[in-house]
T-cell receptor, first 116, second 112 residues
Framework: GAGVSQSPSNKVTEKGKDVELRCDPI?????LYWYRQSLGQGLEFLIY????????KSGLPSDRFSAERTGGSVSTLTIQRTQQEDSAVYLC??????????????FGQGTRLTVV | GDSVTQMEGPVTLSEEAFLTINCTYT??????LFWYVQYPGEGLQLLLK?????DKGSNKGFEATYRKETTSFHLEKGSVQVSDSAVYFC???????????FGTGTRLTIIP
């Protein structure tokens, strides 16, 4: 696609429910990143994929968080038993590998998650 | 591991003032360096980048030079405008460990 697409754009959920956030990267981008941004805060790294594997998942806050990527394309971030502290904007980005012409990451518009 | 340290904010300047936002880094390999900007209510977008030592990235009047000797990538603009008010993030990617590492962000406010 033309850009990184995230869905839904907004999600309000009740505490304790599970949520799934989806990211469609730019076609052909092998690297995919998930970040979290709380209100007025910086970017918190969660996980990144190279193809379908996740070389670095060190940022996942707890075992309630998981992510997968299939076919080297779409990724899903799942949060189980949501808590109020999970409320944030979840950002996805994708990029070509370093060494190709365009090395920057392109970000989606994010999913704003509110846990009530 | 890789890390990025950038100037703490918030920064408030008058219109037409000179801007510098400091950024230094540590990297286990040879990084590419980036500045991203987030305007109010919008997503992150690339402002400029540099992929090797002594390269200068530039865009919209902003510049940053990749200084390997000082491991720095400071962002500068000669005359800021109100429309430059945003949060600025310094970032790096290292070949072989392609995780994108960000600084904490610097909130810039320009007053007329």
């Amino acid at each position: 696609g033309a850009g990184v697409s995230q869905s839904p754009s907004n999600k309000v959920t009740e505490k304790g429910k599970d949520v799934e956030l989806r990211c469609d990267p730019i076609s052909g981008h092998t690297a995919l990143y998930w970040y979290r941004q709380s209100l007025g805060q910086g970017l918190e790294f969660l996980i990144y994929f190279q193809g379908n594997s996740a070389p670095d998942k060190s940022g996942l806050p707890s075992d309630r968080f998981s992510a997968e990527r299939t076919g080297g394309s779409v990724s899903t971030l799942t949060i189980q038993r949501t808590q109020q502290e999970d409320s944030a904007v979840y950002l996805c980005a994708s990029s070509s590998p370093l060494g190709t012409k365009n090395t920057e990451a392109f970000f989606g518009q994010g999913t704003r998650l509110t846990v009530v | 591991g890789d890390s990025v340290t950038q100037m703490e904010g918030p920064v408030t300047l008058s219109e037409e003032a000179f801007l510098t936002i400091n950024c230094t880094y540590t990297a286990t390999g040879y990084p590419s360096l980036f500045w991203y900007v987030q305007y109010p209510g919008e997503g992150l977008q690339l402002l400029l980048k540099a992929t090797k030592a002594d390269d200068k990235g530039s865009n919209k009047g902003f510049e940053a030079t990749y200084r390997k000797e000082t491991t720095s990538f400071h962002l500068e603009k000669g005359s800021v405008q109100v429309s430059d008010s945003a949060v600025y993030f310094c970032a790096l990617r290292t070949f072989g460990n392609e995780k994108l590492t960000f600084g904490t962000g610097t909130r810039l406010t320009i007053i007329p």
